[in-house]
């Protein structure tokens, strides 16, 4: 499972930067791609770097700054949405895997939160 959520978050990042690099140019364009792109990206490299972690807090800490991630991009991308610069049929995919990794990622840190408690 793990290995399958490292690959899909990566996939999940690179989906966000292409969709980001896709948006008109404009000054809220370029504002929110930079930053649909820092919490994508971030998402990935933090997924990993939980992975990594030391002890069941460390991986806590490190999920819950994913967890944070992959909200903001819903963020961003619902929020162009509202302002319409994204077009139906453009983003739908994206926002969905936002929303299913966000689920599961909160999942796994109430699991490891659990598991901590019991140790």
């Known amino acids: 499972m793990e290995r399958d959520l490292r690959k899909r978050s990566n996939n999940f990042a690179h989906k966000c930067v292409k969709l980001a ?20 990206t971030s998402v990935a490299a933090n997924y990993r770097a939980a992975n990594l972690g030391q002890t069941k807090r460390s991986f806590i800490s490190k999920l ?35 929303r299913q990794l966000t689920a599961i990622f909160i999942a796994s840190r109430k699991t490891a939160v659990k598991s901590q408690e019991r140790s």
Not at 23 to 40: E, N
Not at 76 to 84: G, K, P, R
């Open 64 to 98: 819950s700054i994913v967890i944070e991630e992959a909200d903001e991009c819903i963020f961003w991308i619902e929020f162009l949405v509202e302002e319409n610069i994204l077009t139906e049929g453009t983003y739908e995919p994206v926002l969905e895997e936002a």
């Open 21 to 40: 690099l896709s948006f008109p140019k404009g000054v809220l364009q370029d504002h929110v791609q930079k930053q649909l792109i820092r919490a994508s």
